[in-house]
């Protein structure tokens, strides 16, 4: 069994609540270096959250957080800035600085954080963009290139203090299923070649078992199951005509992985009567008989329909009605 020193994260019983609700609830997580981990499940359950406290913007109410060794709610402003130097992350959008350059997005950080002369810093730049095939549009401006360009882009700024941990929010959200691939494809050759540790949290399920070594499934600010690719896989090909073998837990998790509309992840959503009572506070079972969602139009009442014509076309109501009346 791998000892403390060979993980470069460390989660453990990390708990985190806002107001009286509960987001993460004593999640246990640990990250080798080199290994891709794949974090998911629905929205809501708290794939942010966890990756917040991963980078050091949040700060859990129990439990801790170890980067390389080191608790991060108990370093100082100027030892996390240091921390976050070996760590990269991958927007969903990208977010990119739209008013520089590829090169010059990729270049700022390596000005803003080393002492580097201008040309040193000019040969890294051609360096990360041709490590995501996008040495070619360096003079590019963000608005002029594709959203799989922006992503890579982004990688490669994420990748210009060569960082020990990659950390990717959705990377093939918005992409087609071509360039998603290639990202995909990207994720593993960099992982291969640089032999940095990756976290990504993601919805893509083909990108998921594409990429995976490990993987996690959340729920409710829980870790459901917490294995290797493989394990997933077997689950997700479970054969219907077997399903009364598998737990609750395991029910939902196929669900999830295959996409399917019926199952305990839908059983568990709120009842008939969510919608009115989120929205107003009350059981709207009461009111409809049921119903969830009632018609918002007005209802006709007898004698009103004349007011409403005279206020809309005054002087022309009769012929109006008249010509109503006179319709077969």
């Known amino acids: 069994m791998p000892n403390d020193q060979d993980y470069v994260i460390e989660i453990e019983d990390l708990v985190k609540r806002f107001g009286d609700q509960t987001v993460l609830d004593g999640i246990n997580l640990k990250v080798k270096p080199g290994e891709t981990m794949v974090i998911m499940g629905g929205s809501g ?153 990756s976290v990504v949290v993601t919805h893509e399920m083909d990108s998921a078992f594409a990429i995976a070594d490990r993987m996690a499934m959340l729920n409710k600010g829980r870790v459901l199951m917490l294995d290797e690719c493989k394990a997933f896989e077997v689950l997700r090909d479970w054969p219907e005509d077997r399903l009364d073998e598998l737990d609750e837990n395991r029910l939902l998790i196929r669900q999830f992985l295959r996409g399917d509309a019926e199952g305990p992840l839908t059983e568990e959503a709120t009842g008939e009567s969510s919608y009115a009572a989120d929205l107003l506070g009350i059981d709207n079972s009461k009111l409809t008989g049921g119903r969830s969602i009632q018609t918002t139009r007005r209802v006709p009442v007898p004698g009103r329909t004349r007011g409403f014509f005279k206020r809309l076309f005054p002087g022309k109501t009769n012929d109006l009605t008249k010509s109503g009346q006179n319709k077969p």
């Not at 990756?51 to 439990?63: I, Y």
């Not at 991060?72 to 990119?96: N, V, Y």
């Not at 890579?152 to 992409?175: H, T």
């Open 45 to 197: 359950c708290g794939k942010s959250t966890l990756l917040r406290h991963m980078v050091g913007s949040l700060h859990p109410d129990e439990g801790r957080v170890k980067l390389f060794g080191e608790v991060l709610a108990d370093m100082t402003d100027e030892q996390l800035d240091e921390t976050r130097k070996k760590f990269g992350i991958l927007f969903q959008s990208g977010a990119l600085f739209q008013s520089l350059s590829v090169g010059d997005n990729v270049g700022l950080i390596l000005e803003e954080h080393t002492d580097l002369d201008a040309a040193i810093i000019d040969f890294m730049v051609k360096i990360k963009l041709e490590l995501v095939d996008l040495r070619e549009a360096s003079h590019k401006f963000p608005a002029q290139i594709s959203g799989g360009m922006k992503k890579r882009a982004g990688l490669a700024r994420a990748l210009a203090l060569d960082p020990k941990i990659l950390f990717y929010d959705e990377p093939s959200a918005g992409l087609d299923p071509v360039t998603s691939a290639a990202i995909d494809r990207l994720i593993i050759d960099l992982t291969n070649k640089l032999g940095v540790a």
